[in-house]
């Protein structure tokens, strides 16, 4: 009888544990389901902010590819292009970039050069891109100085080449850069920040019929 308690105990446990484990990893299961299928009409390409997001989850849908990069800048995102976006033929490609670059002192020319060399070859190829505008940090106005020189070359450059884009630093900044309910540490975002980033999304999508 105790042999029996003991067996069901380690039973139910086992089944928890699966549970959460499933729960937890979902997001890359599916992502690996994704890449496998080479059919994901999305492909969120950027650095660790893009990589954090859960958008399988956020959005509700399995065609969602993140391409997301921890650590990068514009230049390797050139270089990352073709196998990580083009190859994967998808409708539409977020593309959230540029706060690296300018933490390790890369020209803004150079930032701005690079940027449009993306943008323009996701057109070329037929894909629709979108532009995250470059976020804030918290409370460090040098940086923020050089994320406004780029953004305003990222929303003439979008507008002269009819390209959406979105500015999350309008819902999760102020003055100072990003807010603390929104942080969790000086650049990287929390789960409220990410939720209002995927009705963002959303809304894009939405608009046009993806």
Not at 24 to 49: C, H, P, T, Y
Not at 100 to 129: C, M, W
Not at 163 to 173: Q, R
Not at 192 to 204: D, L, N, T
Request: net charge neutral.
């Amino acid at each position: 009888m105790r042999r029996k308690y003991i067996l069901a105990i380690s039973l139910l446990f086992n089944i928890f544990f699966i549970g959460v484990c499933a729960y937890i990893f979902r997001d890359k299961w599916i992502q690996q389901m994704v890449a496998l299928k080479e059919d994901s009409k999305i492909v969120m390409f950027g650095n660790s902010l893009t990589a954090k997001g859960k958008w399988v989850e956020l959005l509700g849908r399995t065609d969602v590819l993140n391409s997301g990069f921890p650590g990068l800048c514009t230049y390797h995102f050139l270089g990352l292009l073709q196998n990580n976006v083009l190859d994967k033929h998808p409708e539409i490609c977020f593309v959230e970039a540029g706060i690296n670059d300018i933490t390790v002192g890369v020209s803004a020319e150079k930032i701005q050069e690079n940027y449009a060399a993306i943008l323009n070859t996701i057109q070329r190829n037929n894909i629709r891109p979108v532009v995250t505008l470059t976020l804030y940090e918290r409370n460090d106005p040098v940086s923020k100085a050089e994320v406004v020189i780029l953004n305003r070359f990222l929303i003439s450059y979008c507008q002269k080449n009819k390209i959406d884009y979105i500015d999350m630093n309008h819902f999760l900044s102020d003055s100072t850069g990003l807010k603390a309910e929104y942080a969790v540490d000086k650049t990287h975002l929390n789960e409220a920040a990410y939720k209002i980033w995927s009705e963002e999304i959303e809304k894009v999508l939405k608009q046009k019929g993806i």
